[in-house]
């Protein structure tokens, strides 16, 4: 199979693996939530009423015409009103996308950025000393709830010696006019750091681990054996030819997290206030708001599905021991 052919046949199926997600996605609002305008409905409508407020929305046409119209305007990137807002919900969804991803995307860089060499030397020093306390220290992250770290940063850094604000994305009030005027602002960066540290100390282990595990994997190669006879120093034998080569996993994890990371962290966005994408999900499911819903989580799958067709082109660059199957 040649290369073309393989790119045309994983943007197929990705195409594909996103359709039928946006069909559940569809079904699975419409099953779940059986009056998704309760929300919008007060309490002394008649039946003539109710039923003009659904018909506003297109909730009395058949299922299957509701099914082509969702599926004609997400390909045009518009997902309908929504009920909780009364505005368009790709208007919302990418403000919140854009706070969410900032946040996200910053503590992703960090975490991989300290993770990846530093899971590349924990292999070099492996059964050391130091070993042990960096496979402690990431574990002890990773395990740990996010939104009890989050607190205890909250309650020492921001309430005990109130050196970080303790929520929110700015100082209320503010004006911008813009999204790179609200983010581009000391201000912003202040509020900023506490809830991207605390989510890169819970990204942290994933690379870390995984870097360390694969390195020890690749020592083991035929390659390493040569370089070592060549005389090649110990360094640049682990950061030139060994760690590239145990990069595909971290690729492949990146990739994911990334993905994951447009819905946000749900627990860090509430325990900060942090208007994301992650939190507008959890108020969008307690008002039975399915256009704005189906709309967030189509999104972050189209997010993860994209991610993981770039990283399967990208393992053919890395490793071109990869097949095209």
């Given amino acids: 199979m040649t290369r073309r052919t393989y790119l045309i046949k994983r943007v197929i199926q990705a195409i594909f693996s996103l359709w039928i997600i946006a069909t559940i996605l569809f079904f699975l609002f419409r099953m779940g939530l059986p009056d998704p305008t309760a929300a919008?409905?007060?309490?002394g409508l008649n039946?003539?009423?109710r039923a003009a407020v659904r018909a506003q929305?297109?909730?009395e046409d058949p299922l299957w015409r509701q099914y082509v119209l969702f599926l004609t305007n997400a390909v045009q990137g518009e997902f309908g009103t929504s009920f909780s807002y009364r505005a368009p919900v790709s208007e919302i969804v990418w403000e919140r996308l854009g706070n969410t991803m900032i946040l996200m995307l910053a503590a992703i860089v960090l975490a991989y950025g300290i993770g990846v060499p530093l899971g590349a030397w924990l292999s070099w020093r492996r059964g050391s000393r130091t070993d042990t306390v960096g496979i402690f220290v990431g574990l002890m992250f990773r395990s740990a709830p996010m939104f009890w770290t989050g607190m205890i940063a909250i309650l020492v850094f921001g309430v005990g010696l109130s050196i970080f604000p303790t929520s929110g994305m700015r100082t209320l009030p503010y004006d911008a006019d813009g999204f790179l005027d609200k983010i581009f602002t000391l201000d912003f960066l202040w509020h900023a750091i506490l809830p991207v540290?605390?989510?890169?100390?819970?990204?942290?282990?994933?690379p870390l681990l995984i870097m360390r595990n694969t390195m020890l994997e690749v020592y083991g190669e035929d390659f390493i054996e040569m370089a070592r006879a060549k005389g090649l120093q110990e360094r640049d034998i682990l950061y030139k030819h060994a760690a590239r080569n145990a990069?595909?996993?971290v690729v492949t994890q990146l990739a994911v997290t990334i993905g994951l990371a447009a819905g946000g962290q749900v627990v860090v966005e509430v325990v900060f206030s942090w208007p994301g994408l992650g939190r507008e999900i959890l108020n969008a499911v307690r008002t039975s708001d399915f256009p704005l819903a189906q709309a967030s989580f189509l999104i972050m799958a189209a997010f993860v599905i994209t991610l993981n067709l770039l990283v399967d082109i990208l393992y053919t660059t890395l490793d071109p021991r990869v097949s095209f199957r």
């Fill in 247 to 249: 990069l595909l996993p």
């Fill in 57 to 59: 929305f297109g909730l």
């Fill in 197 to 206: 540290l605390i989510v890169a100390l819970y990204y942290l282990g994933s």
């Fill in 40 to 43: 919008l409905i007060t309490e």
């Fill in 47 to 49: 039946a003539e009423q």
